[in-house]
């Protein structure tokens, strides 16, 4: 079978890294060679943004309204031309085949943006004018996550090109094939030279040229806690933005009243294999619900099979918490690699779910980026509070309770940035994507959605209705 290689784009240009060098890249399914893609150096990092800069002051900064609609509608007819060519370039066989409906949407909605203006005026007399006039940045370095290598690639490149900017894009070593494929896209649709470049590169060479080169004037970045720390402090020396999508410990707080089949399907669909930032990690369960959402986790989750992973790194990550749940905690279901000849090449996990008193264990704490889940009890709703705010992270909280005031109560003292209710996660291409805490530096409070309720806050009457609900429910 012929491999091909996925090469860089820099300047209009589609070609091989300035080395000639290629690194290889393993089906997680059967650990067949899959790709062998560019493995670029500083040098063309160098070239990537010395090409984002030029076009932004010759094409870009002063592109036309009408000139910059047309060409994100041939973006849209671009991306369905090769949507078979994406689906067959991503690494981790995907969910589904063709562009997935939100990225049209994500598309379509900042395209409206163009229509905002560029400014507000102030005042206007006789002695002069007053305005504030919305400028772009320059060239932006945006990393792409492996978990999302189109639609992350999209999410950022689009707003930020809308804005004006250009854009150097970093694609993550083990799902680059899917990411550069998504950028040439621009490329075709004839996008101006160096408006879009994109790179890839096996190792933090081009990573760190690219947030320490002085032509790059914001950095977007979904990753690591630990490395988007790393850049955070790279990007002070010259004072550039910093915007950093990180970790997460998702907790799923789930009362009697939830719908407890509804919300095993959901801790099963997002906990497993759990290689996202909002993936569901923490189960925060009523005493009163435990044993019988347990066991409906159990069974959905042998149902749905080993959980495939991106690579053996993940693997063996998966294996050290395993080692730390099993002295800490009480193995519930899973903890290890499955049988079977069709699963001895490849990357794959059994759903793992432990029980534990409490918080102290890493398995409780750190992003795991696995199919393993941690559960804990509570009693009242002070204490799934304190449980779900105990955390160095806050992206997102799974909130599953009919009740409209207590859905209240907690969305205004989650200490995340989204919280979704009744519902797994919560993803709008209107709202902001953001957390408190180490999940990002981006602080916005999303509901989604609260239903049959009004936002106002509880009133004291409320509380007491629920601290009775509370007495009730745990006798």
């Given amino acids: 079978m012929s491999i091909k290689k996925s090469d860089l784009l820099i300047g209009g240009e589609i070609g091989p890294p300035s080395s000639g060098r290629y690194y290889p890249l393993h089906s997680p399914v059967d650990g067949g060679l899959v790709a062998e893609v560019a493995d670029a150096a500083a040098a063309d990092v160098d070239r990537a943004v010395a090409a984002a800069r030029e076009a932004f002051y010759a094409e870009w900064k002063f592109c036309s309204v009408e000139r910059k609609r047309a ?3 041939k973006l849209k007819e671009a991306l369905y031309a090769m949507a078979d060519e994406l689906s067959a370039a991503k690494v981790q066989p995907p969910g589904g085949v063709g562009i997935p409906p939100l990225i049209e949407r994500v598309i379509d909605y900042y395209v409206s943006k163009l229509d905002d203006g560029a400014g507000t005026l102030i005042e206007h007399g006789d002695q002069g004018t007053n305005y504030v006039y919305k400028e772009p940045l320059g060239v932006v370095a945006i990393f792409v996550p492996f978990n999302g290598p189109m639609l992350g690639a999209l999410l950022s490149a689009v707003p930020a090109l809308v804005a004006g900017n250009t854009i150097v894009v970093k694609a993550p070593d083990q799902e680059a094939p899917q990411a550069l494929k ?6 075709e649709a004839g996008f101006p030279a160096g408006v879009v470049n994109a790179l890839s590169g096996k190792g933090p060479e081009v990573g760190q040229a690219l947030v320490a080169h002085p032509a790059t004037r914001l950095i977007s970045f979904t990753g690591s806690t630990a490395t988007g720390k790393k850049i955070m402090a790279a990007a002070a020396g010259d004072l550039k933005r910093v915007q950093l999508n990180l970790g997460s410990k998702t907790a799923q707080i789930v009362f009697p009243d939830a719908d407890l089949e509804a919300a095993a399907t959901a801790t099963v669909g997002s906990g497993f294999p759990g290689q996202a930032c909002s993936a569901i990690s923490r189960v925060l369960l009523h005493r009163s619900v435990r044993d019988e959402f347990i066991a409906l986790l159990k069974e959905k989750a042998q149902a749905a099979g080993p959980s495939m992973l991106i690579d053996g790194a993940a693997i063996e990550r998966v294996e050290r918490y395993v080692e730390m749940g099993n002295a800490q905690g009480e193995l519930l279901f899973g903890g290890r690699r499955p049988h079977g000849a ?14 534990f008193a409490d918080q102290s264990s890493r398995v409780c704490r750190d992003e795991i980026f696995g199919p393993v889940v941690s559960v804990l009890t509570f009693d009242n709703d002070e204490e799934a509070l304190a449980l779900a705010n105990d955390t160095e992270y806050g ?5 599953w309770t009919q009740e409209s005031g207590r859905q209240r109560y907690y969305v205004r003292r989650l200490e995340v940035g989204i919280v979704a209710v009744n519902s797994g996660t919560a993803l ?11 999940s990002g530096i981006k602080n916005f409070k999303l509901a989604d959605p609260i239903h049959n309720s009004d936002l106002f806050l509880l009133a004291e009457k409320e509380m007491k209705r629920i601290e009775k609900s509370n007495e009730d429910i745990s006798k």
Wanted: aromatic share 20%.
């Fill in 182 to 187: 998504a950028m040439q896209a621009f490329h």
């Fill in 395 to 399: 992206l997102l909280v799974s909130l």
């Fill in 342 to 355: 069709e699963y001895a090449q490849g990357c794959y996990f059994e759903p793992t779910a432990f029980a």
């Fill in 71 to 73: 060409l994100f509608a």
């Fill in 428 to 438: 709008s291409h209107r709202t902001p994507w953001g957390g408190f805490k180490q």
